[in-house]
């Protein structure tokens, strides 16, 4: 099991609790580019190349990634199959 799939089933065993570090990284890691910040530097919006996909991603107290944009992110990565090995 590769470093990626190691975060991705991280992530997915434990949505509620997961560290916004790890969400964009996992993002990051399975092919999203950062399209731009808003907010003042609080919300990240994410694209999939060659795709409609837009993800924004934002920080909640205690370094945490909201949950339901975890949920989002990972069924992107199932939709698009987006894990692929290191």
Not at 11 to 35: C, M, Q, R
Not at 55 to 62: A, K, T, V
């Amino acid at each position: 099991m590769g470093r990626i799939e190691k975060l991705y089933q991280k992530v997915k065993n434990a949505p509620a609790s997961t560290k916004f570090t790890d969400l964009i990284k996992l993002a990051e890691s399975v092919g999203l580019v950062k399209k731009k910040s808003k907010g003042g530097g609080h919300i990240y919006i994410y694209k999939l190349p060659e795709t409609k996909l837009l993800l924004n991603f934002q920080r909640i107290s205690g370094g945490q990634a909201k949950k339901y944009q975890v949920y989002q992110l990972l069924d992107a990565i199932d939709e698009y199959s987006l894990l692929r090995e290191d």
